[in-house]
């Protein structure tokens, strides 16, 4: 002890311990899993009701290609502006991509059908 203070070594400080777990890549499934599991169903319910009986497995195909593009296109983007200026500005045009998606959904409304 120096002087009556406690010191903690740097990689033993519970906060630096936390940060670390839930960035870890390990742990990564822990938040992507319930995602996932609340997020595919209703997606799949969508597709099912969008998609006329005869042409539903051509809508799933469809979405799922879209799907697989998008987050391919959005992994590069957002591991470019890692690279190019880092981690902080990677998170504003995330959190600046779902304000934008998030204001698309409040403007362009889709027409609801009822199912009889």
């Given at each position: ?9 740097p ?23 319930p995602?996932m ?8 319910a969508?597709v ?31 591991g ?10 990677t ?11 998030g ?10 059908t009822?199912?009889?």
């Amino acid at each position: 002890m120096a002087q009556g203070r406690l010191t903690v070594a740097p990689e033993k400080c519970p906060a630096r311990r936390i940060r670390r777990w839930l960035i870890s890549s390990r742990r990564t499934g822990f938040f992507w899993g319930p995602h996932m599991g609340f997020t595919q169903g209703v997606f799949a319910a969508l597709v099912a009701d969008a998609a006329p009986a005869d042409l539903r497995g051509t809508g799933f195909r469809f979405f799922n290609l879209v799907s697989g593009v998008a987050i391919l296109l959005a992994s590069v983007v957002a591991g470019a502006l890692w690279e190019a200026a880092g981690p902080a500005i990677t998170f504003a045009a995330g959190a600046a991509f779902a304000a934008i998606a998030g204001a698309a959904l409040v403007v362009v409304k889709a027409p609801m059908t009822q199912k009889s």
